[in-house]
C-alpha cells in the first residue's frame, strides 16, 4: 500500500513538473552515456589488446640488435633460465620509407612512403610465435612475390589487395604484390618508432642480399610467467656475451603503451562523466530544496499528525529513483551506439574481443555508480526534513527552526540597510534595482556560476590538451629542439657519408641557419639492481647542445664531460643533477656528470642527450635546422626530402602529427563531445533554474508591475542577473582550468609513467579565453531569452495572487 501510494505521489510530481524534470533527465542521461561509453571503450581496447596478444602468443620479452652475434650464448642463457618456455631470432631487414613505393595498376594511382619516420622491417612468419595477424585473426603465409602491409599504412595510404609495392635496393627494385594487411602485437601502436612488412623468407632473403637495407634481429622470449619478464630482463642485460645494440622491451611496457595511447579517450570521457554528475548532484540538490520549501506546510502537517520521517522521506525518493534508473537506461542504450564508433579504430588496428561476461559489467558497474552517487545526495538533501519543525513549517511556512529563522532575518534586514533605496537620485532605477537583488539573493542564484564554473572545465581541459599535444612547441616534450626542419638517416650503407652530404648541403644553405647533428648511439650503464651491480642499456643522442635546444625539467643542458637524462631514465638510475654517472661503450667506462633532467615521451621516455662530436659508427643520425625568418619550412623541407632519397626530411610539425596521431585523434573526439554537451547543459540549466526561479518570484513581479516596471523591464533584470551569473562562472572556471586544471593533468601523466611529470598547457588565448567564454555565456544567456520570452504573455494581475 505504502509503495503504490509512494509511486503515485512520484507520478504525479513528474507531470506537475515536466519541465524542471526534464531538465534533470537530460543532465543525467548524459552522465550515465558517458560514464557508460567510458567504461565501454576502456574494455574493449583492453579485451582487444588482450585478444591480439593471446591470438598473436604476444613475446613476453624482446631485444633488438643491429650487428653479429653468437647463437651459442642464446642457446646457453636459454638454458640456465628455466623461466624461460620459448624463444627464437626473428630476422628482419629495415629500409628507409623513402625507399618503398606503391602503384595501383588499375587506375595508374601511384605514391611512396617518403613522409612516414617509422622504421620499415621486412620479415617472414615466424613458426613458434609471436605471429602477424590478417584482418580475420588467421595467420598469413605469403606466397613469393606478395606482401601484407601493416594496418597503419593500409588507412594512411589506402592501399588495397592487388596494389603493386617496389622496394628499392641497390641491386634494383623489387616488386611485390600487397595480399593484405596485418595486425601486429609488438607494434601496433603509434608511439611505437618501427613496423614490419610480412614476406616470404625467400623474398626477404632476397631483399637482404639487394643490398640498401639494414639486417636486424629481434631475440624474443616467452616465459612460464609473465611477471618474470623484469628479471629475465636484468639478467639478460647484465651478460655481456649476448647480443643487445638496440632497444629492449617487455609484455607490460607493450601493454601500457597501447593502453595509453588508445585509451586516453575513454579516461577523458569518465573525467566529463564526473563533471555532469558533479552538475547534476548541484541541480539536484537545489530542486529538492526548493520542493521542500514550497511543500513546507504539508510536510508540517504531515509531521503533525505523527507521520515519521522515513515515510515522509518515501514520498520523494521514489521520484529521483525513477528519474535515475530512465536515465540510466537511456544513457547505457545511447552508450552501446556510441561505443561501437568510437572503438572503430580499435577494431582496426587490434583484434574484436568477443563479447563477455565483462563486456556486460564494466557499463552495468558504471551505471550502478552513477545511480548510487545520485541517490545518495538526494537521501542526504532529503534529510533536510528531520530538521524542519511543525510550528515553523505551519506558522511561517519555513523550513528552518526558530533560530535559524531570527538570524536570517537579522541577516535580510542588515542588506536591507545597505542597499535601501530611500537614497535614490535619479539615474537608472532599474540598474539600481537589480544590483540590490543581486546582492539580496547571492544564495539563491549560485548555482548558475558554479554550474558555468564546471561546464567551463569541462569544455576547456580537453581543448587545452588537444592543443598542447598539437603544438609545435609540445616537441620539447618529445626531447627534441624546437626547430623548422628535421633529418632522420637510418638503414643506409654508408650512414655517416650520408650525414655528411646532408650536413654539408644544409650548412651550404642560406635559407636554413643553426644547422646541427645528433648521432643515435648505445651505451651501457651502470647501476644497482636488488644489491647486485648490472648494466643497462640506454640510448643516447651525441652532439652540441649548446644555446636553445630543448626545455629542461631540471639543471640544464649538457657541456664537456655532462650528460642530461630523462625523467624515466634519472629515476631508473637514482642520479640527480650533479651526481657522476658511468657509461660504457665499446668496453671502455667514461665518468660523466649530470647536467640535467629532461621530460621525453619517445623512445618509452628512456633516453640521454651527451655533449660531444657526433661520433661515427652510429645507428642513426638526425639532423636539425631553423628556416631564415621569410622563407618557407614546408617547401625546404619537401626540396631536401626529394633530394636525399635516403633521408626522411620533414618540418617538425609533420613529425610531431606523426608521432602523436593516436593521442590527438582521442583529444579531438574528447574535445568536441565536452565543448557540444558543455553548451547544452549550460542551457538546459539555465532554463530549468529560471523556470522554478520565476515561479517563486510571481508575486515579487506582479509588485514590480503595479508601481510601474514594464513587462521589458522585469525581463531584462531576469536576463541580467542570468548574464553577471553565467559570466562569474565562467570566468572562475577559466581560472580553474588553467591552474588546478593544469595541474591535475600534469599530476594524472606522471602516475601514468608516460615520461612527462610537469606538463604546461600550451593554449590558443583567442579561443580559450574568447571564443569558449562568449559561446558559453551566450548558451546561458539563449537559455534566459527563451525561458523570459512566455513573460510577455503572462497575466501579470495573476502574479500578485501566486496563480
Known amino acids: 500500500m505504502r509503495n503504490s501510494l509512494n509511486l503515485r505521489y512520484a507520478a504525479n510530481d513528474l507531470r506537475r513538473n515536466k519541465g524542471v524534470n526534464a531538465a534533470l533527465v537530460v543532465i543525467l542521461v548524459l552522465s550515465a552515456f558517458m560514464m557508460a561509453t567510458g567504461a565501454m571503450v576502456m574494455e574493449r581496447l583492453v579485451g582487444s589488446v588482450e585478444r591480439l596478444f593471446a591470438e598473436a602468443r604476444a613475446p613476453h620479452f624482446i631485444q633488438m640488435h643491429r650487428g653479429d652475434y653468437d647463437p651459442a650464448e642464446l642457446d646457453r642463457f636459454a638454458e640456465e633460465h628455466p623461466e624461460v618456455e620459448e624463444w627464437l631470432v626473428e630476422e628482419m631487414v629495415g629500409f628507409d620509407s623513402a625507399a618503398i613505393a606503391w602503384h595501383r595498376p588499375e587506375t595508374g594511382e601511384t605514391g611512396d612512403l617518403s613522409d612516414s619516420l617509422i622504421d620499415n622491417l621486412f620479415v617472414s612468419q615466424n613458426t613458434e610465435f609471436d605471429f602477424l595477424l590478417d584482418e580475420t585473426g588467421a595467420i598469413p603465409r605469403p606466397a613469393p612475390g606478395e606482401v601484407y602491409v601493416p594496418v597503419a599504412y593500409q588507412q594512411e595510404y589506402g592501399l588495397q589487395v592487388g596494389d603493386a609495392l617496389t622496394v628499392e635496393t641497390e641491386s634494383g627494385p623489387r616488386d611485390l604484390e600487397v595480399r593484405g594487411a596485418v595486425r601486429d602485437a609488438q607494434m601496433a601502436s603509434s608511439l611505437s618508432s618501427s613496423t614490419r612488412f610480412l614476406v616470404a623468407e625467400e623474398d626477404r632473403r632476397d631483399l637482404e642480399e639487394a643490398g640498401g637495407g639494414i639486417p636486424e634481429v629481434i631475440v624474443e622470449y616467452r616465459l612460464t610467467d609473465v611477471d618474470a619478464a623484469a628479471d629475465v630482463q636484468r639478467a639478460y642485460e647484465s651478460d655481456d656475451a649476448l647480443p643487445r645494440d638496440g632497444q629492449a622491451v617487455t609484455y607490460r611496457l607493450m601493454l601500457m603503451i597501447y593502453v595509453l595511447s588508445d585509451g586516453l579517450v575513454a579516461i577523458a570521457l569518465v573525467f566529463a562523466s564526473l563533471v555532469l554528475i558533479a552538475i547534476a548532484l548541484l541541480n539536484l540538490r537545489f530542486v529538492i530544496r526548493g520542493t521542500l520549501e514550497d511543500e513546507v506546510r504539508e510536510i508540517g502537517a504531515m509531521k503533525a499528525i505523527g507521520l515519521p520521517h522515513r515515510t515522509i522521506v518515501g514520498l520523494y525518493l521514489p521520484k529521483y529513483r525513477v528519474m535515475t534508473l530512465l536515465a540510466c537506461a537511456v544513457g547505457g542504450a545511447l552508450a552501446v551506439a556510441a561505443t561501437s564508433v568510437l572503438t572503430r579504430g580499435i577494431q582496426v588496428n587490434y583484434i574484436e574481443a568477443p563479447a563477455g561476461a565483462a563486456t556486460v559489467l564494466a557499463p552495468v558497474l558504471a551505471l550502478v555508480l552513477v545511480h548510487v552517487i545520485v541517490i545518495g545526495i538526494c537521501r542526504g538533501v532529503l534529510r533536510g526534513v528531520r530538521r524542519i519543525q511543525v510550528v515553523s513549517a505551519l506558522v511561517h511556512g519555513s523550513v528552518h527552526d526558530e ?85 632522420d638517416l637510418r638503414f643506409i650503407d654508408d650512414l655517416d657519408a650520408a650525414r655528411d652530404d646532408v650536413l654539408r648541403e644544409m650548412e651550404g644553405d642560406d635559407r636554413l641557419t ?224 588553467a591552474t588546478a586544471g593544469e595541474s591535475l593533468v600534469g599530476g594524472l601523466l606522471a602516475l601514468s609513467g608516460l615520461g612527462i611529470v610537469d606538463l604546461e598547457f600550451i593554449t590558443i588565448p583567442l579561443l580559450v579565453y574568447a571564443a569558449y567564454p562568449a559561446v558559453l555565456v551566450g548558451a546561458g544567456y539563449l537559455g534566459a531569452v527563451l525561458r523570459t520570452a512566455r513573460l510577455r504573455r503572462a497575466d501579470k494581475s495573476a502574479w500578485l495572487t501566486g496563480g
Open 403 to 487: 533560530r535559524q529563522t531570527a538570524r536570517r532575518t537579522r541577516r535580510q534586514a542588515r542588506r536591507v540597510r545597505r542597499t535601501s533605496l530611500t537614497a535614490y537620485r535619479g539615474g537608472n532605477l532599474g540598474g539600481r534595482l537589480l544590483l540590490t537583488d543581486l546582492r539580496a539573493e547571492a544564495g539563491q542564484w549560485v548555482l548558475i556560476p558554479l554550474v558555468f564554473l564546471l561546464a567551463a572545465v569541462m569544455m576547456v581541459l580537453p581543448m587545452n590538451m588537444l592543443t598542447t599535444f598539437e603544438s609545435p612547441r609540445f616537441v620539447t616534450y618529445m626531447g627534441v629542439p624546437e626547430v623548422d626542419v628535421r633529418a
Open 514 to 737: 643553426d644547422v646541427r647533428t645528433l648521432a643515435d648511439v648505445t651505451y651501457e650503464v651502470d647501476v644497482t639492481v636488488d644489491g647486485e651491480r648490472v648494466r643497462d642499456l640506454l640510448q643516447v643522442e651525441v652532439g652540441d647542445y649548446s644555446g636553445d635546444t630543448i626545455e629542461f625539467f631540471r639543471g640544464e643542458s649538457p657541456g664537456p664531460g655532462q650528460i642530461a637524462l630523462s625523467v624515466l631514465a634519472a629515476d631508473e638510475y637514482g642520479v640527480a643533477v650533479g651526481d657522476d654517472l658511468t657509461i660504457h661503450r665499446d668496453g671502455e667506462p667514461t665518468t660523466v656528470e649530470v647536467s640535467g633532467v629532461y621530460q621525453s615521451i619517445t623512445g618509452g621516455g628512456y633516453g640521454a642527450k651527451l655533449h660531444g662530436e657526433a661520433t661515427n659508427g652510429a645507428v642513426g643520425h638526425v639532423v636539425y635546422a631553423d628556416a631564415v625568418e621569410g622563407v618557407d619550412a614546408d617547401a625546404v623541407a619537401a626540396e631536401y626530402d626529394e633530394r636525399f632519397t635516403d633521408a626522411a626530411v620533414l618540418p617538425m610539425p609533420e613529425y610531431t602529427r606523426q608521432t602523436l596521431s593516436n593521442l590527438t585523434g582521442s583529444f579531438r573526439s574528447t574535445a568536441v563531445l565536452a565543448g557540444v554537451f558543455g553548451l547544452g547543459v549550460a542551457s538546459v540549466i539555465t532554463v530549468m533554474f529560471l523556470e522554478l526561479r520565476l515561479t517563486r518570484e510571481r508575486t515579487r513581479m506582479g509588485l514590480l508591475s503595479a508601481i510601474g516596471f514594464s513587462t521589458r523591464e522585469i525581463i531584462a533584470q531576469v536576463r541580467v542577473k542570468t548574464l553577471v551569473a553565467a559570466a562569474l562562472g565562467t570566468v572562475l572556471g577559466l581560472v580553474l582550468a
